[in-house]
């Protein structure tokens, strides 16, 4: 009996269930390979976790309740520890300061509007403490072959955003396992 390249399938399955990014206290190397959209997340305080705002006109129960909501963008990265994509949502503290290199000129994206280097996200301190540093690498990286292959099957981030709201609709699930919204 075979069960085929049982590695092979599980990566798929990894691709297509979307792993997401966490990260760690310490240094993340990592490589921004899609545009990122934004949406707003509230601090859910009953629960003690993060929940996807559906949008006031939507019915959002927390935006009806006076809590507002914090923006957060979301969109995929290669993890360079393991080298798989993942996809990340971060907050505004690193967001700002990745943005912020493209007004450089030694570190000015490239035509498709994004890094042409991997960058270190150094994260100090948990919860509301944590703080964030974001280190450009100091040499251009080109994608592998392979890497420019899976990133042309992303799924676009903004979709990803309207089917997690689209669960909160059917009551289906909230967004995730995160950390207090920075
Ligand atoms: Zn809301």
């Excluded at 935006?63 to 990340?88: A, M, Q, S, V, Y």
């Excluded at 540093?133 to 799924?155: M, N, Y």
Aim: proline share 3%.
């Amino acid at each position: 009996m075979s069960f085929g390249n049982i590695d092979e399938a599980k990566k798929e399955y990894k691709m297509g269930g979307g792993e997401w990014y966490n990260f760690k206290i310490g240094e993340n190397k990592i490589r921004i390979v899609s545009l990122f959209n934004h949406f707003g997340e509230h601090w859910d305080l009953k629960e003690g976790k993060s929940a996807l705002c559906i949008g006031k006109e939507s019915g959002c129960v927390f935006c009806n309740e006076g809590n507002k909501p914090t923006p957060k963008w979301l969109g995929w990265i290669i993890d360079r520890e393991d080298g798989e994509f993942k996809i990340l949502k971060s907050g505004y503290q690193v967001i700002k300061q990745i943005s912020a290199l493209d007004e450089t000129d030694d570190y000015k994206f490239g035509a498709d509007g994004l890094p042409k280097y991997d960058i270190v996200v150094k994260r100090e301190g948990e919860k509301l403490k944590t703080k964030y540093t974001v280190i450009p690498g100091r040499k251009d990286v080109k994608l592998s072959e392979e890497e420019i292959e899976k990133q042309k099957t992303l799924k676009d981030p903004l979709e990803i955003i309207l089917a997690m709201k689209e669960k909160i609709d059917n009551n289906e699930a909230e967004i995730s396992e995160e950390e207090m919204p920075i």
